[in-house]
């Protein structure tokens, strides 16, 4: 379902920006078994990846506990905001966490072995939470806005994210 609000779009916009960078580290993680050397694309892609991480869980989640759950938390819809904020908390720190090695082995210059296994094994688990926290919130959540918000809420929540990207 195509999202009809203005914040539900952008909120949707990032999701699947997010999709599309967790499905190029499983292309990466899958075709490289062993560990690969950091050549100065790898080590770009690495940087912007962390960032991108970065941002999905610190603006993009934060966003969406300050200004979005709260609306369902007004029309008694608790269960929907309790399960998607568990799954920020879990999140959270995987993201950030796999987002400091790929800074760190950009910064050394290389990954060596063992931390390319962990990264491999975390990158795997977080791909898997993230994709299936994102699906929800497509298939629930950006729905649900619409039922929720007037044209101008929406407009004022639209500003306001927009404000946080710049
Ligand atoms: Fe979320
Ligand atoms: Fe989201």
Redesign the pocket.
Known sequence: MFPTTRIGSL?HR??MATVEALEALERLLSKNRKTPPLDAALKDWLIWLAGLLRAEVET??GF?EDRVFPLFLAQGQTGIVEILSQEHETILPMARHLAAMAEAAVAAGRFADADWATFRMKGGELIERELF??QK?EMG?LAGIAALIDPATDAALADAFAALER
């Open positions: 909120l990032d999701h993009h989640f969406e926290h994102i919130e959540l």
